[in-house]
């Protein structure tokens, strides 16, 4: 099992930062992957960025040059730097990990960005 626990979430207006984290209950530096997913109100949710345990990095293309995904293995935690945010951006934001073929999910974190 692994637990993940979010925070950073914020109301932030348009063209401003946030830095959400995520801190796991197990070494991140074990997982296959680690990632960031955001659901906005009535749609799916989506992948936002992803790294790998040897630290490569994924981006979906609406947040490539804006989001930064890093870890600090030393503190279990995944970080997301968001920057010039939208208010397309808006949703709650999820932490996730994938662990020997099974996926685990933090409760999510609200990002709100005003226009």
């Known amino acids: 099992q692994v637990q993940l626990l979010e925070s950073g979430g914020d109301l932030v207006r348009a063209g401003g930062s946030l830095r959400l984290s995520c801190r796991a209950s197990?070494?991140?530096?074990?997982?296959?992957?680690m990632g960031w997913y955001r659901q906005a109100p009535g749609k799916q949710r989506e992948l936002v960025a992803q790294?790998?345990?040897?630290?490569?990095?994924n981006y979906a293309d609406f947040v490539k040059g804006r989001f930064t995904i890093s870890t600090d293995n030393a503190e279990n935690t995944v970080w997301l730097q968001m920057n010039s945010l939208k208010a397309d951006d808006t949703g709650v934001y999820y932490c996730?990990?994938?662990?020997?073929?099974?996926?685990?999910w933090g409760q999510g974190t609200q990002v709100t960005v005003s226009s």
């Open positions: 996730n990990a994938e662990l020997w073929g099974r996926a685990y």
């Open positions: 790294i790998s345990s040897d630290g490569v990095t």
């Open positions: 197990r070494l991140i530096s074990v997982m296959n992957l």
